[in-house]
């Protein structure tokens, strides 16, 4: 059975090494990137290196709900099949910035283009997982979330009351868990799984925008206690591939074991608002809308 897996980021980082591990066991990898030369030279390389052809990249800026449409229809174009989506592309912005669509950066990309590309594909996986049973959403955050300790600010998720990095950070982070939660209570009992992790600290290229002190400091920070990528990639390729976790859904992860969130992320009548906010801010039907009775509401 050739399973296909779909995955963010993955021209660097933690969702490179995750992309390279799972190119070696044969399985299609579908590599997004939002540089068309970086995702040539990473597929190309994989290809290489892993003695497998079936690497394909396809190109989108995930901050633009434009772009995550299209990489959507370039999916549905290309393939017919989608055993596992990993969102992983992530960033931590020191400057408050918007998206060409006006909304501030983190929560655009960390948050909404995990939400959005995951309901754009979510028939794929449906359809894919009516024939496996076993189709799976692996999202990444981060224990950065735990910085959200008072809940989640629903009247400024745009952070423009005193923005910080670390503030727009968590809450895109809490938003990953909170969104995942949410979306394993819609999928149960249907044949796609939803999970969300933390790689750990991990020494990527993920502190790329810092500059100044910031920069030296979290250089040297990083150099002496973050992990390599190809460690940080392990609770990913665990939940994406592993037959232990296997129907397992809604559950949050560090070093593929389970860990508990934060009080934050659990907080129900919260995932349920994000949910819906997150639709109005993408313009997304409801894919995957349940009855009052389901959700306990
Ligand atoms: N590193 C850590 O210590 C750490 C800790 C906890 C959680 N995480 C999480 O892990 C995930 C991956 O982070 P990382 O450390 O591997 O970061 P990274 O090394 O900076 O890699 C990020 C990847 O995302 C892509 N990307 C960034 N912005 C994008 C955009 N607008 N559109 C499309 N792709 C975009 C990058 O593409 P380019 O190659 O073009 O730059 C790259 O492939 C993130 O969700 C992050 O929050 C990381």
């Not at 990249?57 to 989506?85: K, M």
């Not at 006006?102 to 995990?114: K, M, S, V, W």
């Not at 860990?259 to 659990?266: I, N, Q, Y």
Request: charged letters at 20%; hydrophobic letters at 40%; glycine letters at 8%.
């Amino acid at each position: 059975m050739d399973r296909h897996y779909l995955i963010t980021g993955a021209t660097d980082g933690i969702g490179k090494a995750t992309a390279q591990a799972i190119a070696k066991s044969g399985a299609t990898v579908v590599l997004v990137g939002r540089n068309p030369d970086k995702i040539n030279t990473v597929v190309d390389q994989f290809k290489s290196d892993t003695y497998n052809k079936n690497i394909h990249g396809l190109c989108a800026d995930l901050s633009s709900q434009a772009q995550i449409r299209q990489l959507a229809d370039d999916y549905h174009t290309q393939f017919n099949r989608l055993d596992v989506l990993i969102n992983n592309a992530g960033g931590y912005f020191y400057q408050r910035q918007e998206s060409v669509d006006g909304i501030e950066l983190t929560f655009a990309l960390n948050h909404l283009a995990y939400f959005m590309l995951t309901g754009l594909l979510i028939d794929m996986l449906m359809m894919t997982g009516q024939t496996t049973g076993d189709a799976r959403i692996v999202n990444v955050s981060s224990e950065a979330h735990r910085y959200k300790r008072k809940g989640i600010p629903f009247d400024d998720l745009q952070t423009i009351n005193k923005y910080n990095a670390m503030k727009a950070y968590s809450l895109s982070k809490v938003a990953n868990i909170m969104f995942t939660y949410e979306l394993a209570r819609r999928l149960e009992g249907k044949p796609v799984t939803a999970n969300v992790l933390h790689p750990g600290f991990v020494r990527t290229g993920f502190t790329r925008n810092a500059h100044g002190v910031s920069q030296t400091i979290f250089s040297m920070i990083a150099r002496f206690f973050a992990q390599s990528a190809e460690n940080g990639a392990k609770t990913s390729i665990y939940l994406a591939t592993s037959d232990d976790v296997r129907g397992q859904s809604g559950q949050y992860y560090g070093k593929s074991k389970l860990v508990d969130s934060s009080e934050t992320s659990l907080e129900l009548e919260a995932q349920q608002r994000l949910w819906d906010i997150s639709l109005q801010m993408t313009g997304l039907e409801d894919f995957l809308s349940v009855d009052a009775d389901a959700t306990g509401v």
